[in-house]
Nanobody
Framework: VQLQASGGGLVQAGGSLRLSCAAS????????MGWYRQAPGKERELVAF?????SASYADSVKGRFTISRDKNTVYLQMSSLKPEDTAVYYC??????????????WGQGTLVTVSS
């Protein structure tokens, strides 16, 4: 599975960005897809996750501001009302499934989001 993430950049506080991450691979089935982030000096944390069944979950810090969506094997993260504390490298994460069960987990290369105050 190859993951190609894009959409990061510099934005002012209160602005919006949309991240995308496309998963590709011959004969591969993708299950849940999500986004994590890692700010300087901090541990990587889960931002949002969308299960293969379509349910979405969010970190408390982004609820009401971020929306995760999916179109086939591409996952999106629409980020609105951005705050300086949202500044981080954002990573997509996907589960490869086989017979409906996750068999392997993959990370994207990371895309930097910088929110200026």
């Amino acid at each position: 599975v190859q993951l190609q993430a894009s959409g990061g950049g510099l934005v002012q506080a209160g602005g919006s960005l949309r991240l995308s991450c496309a998963a590709s691979g011959s004969g591969v089935s993708i299950g849940g897809m999500g986004w994590y982030r890692q700010a300087p000096g901090k541990e990587r944390e889960l931002v949002a996750f969308r299960s293969s069944g379509g349910s979405a979950s969010y970190a408390d810090s982004v609820k009401g501001r971020f929306t995760i969506s999916r179109d086939k094997n591409t996952v999106y993260l629409q980020m609105s009302s951005l705050k300086p504390e949202d500044t981080a490298v954002y990573y997509c994460n996907v589960n490869r499934i086989q017979l409906g069960r996750p068999i392997r987990n993959y990370w994207g290369q990371g895309t930097l989001v910088t929110v200026s105050s």
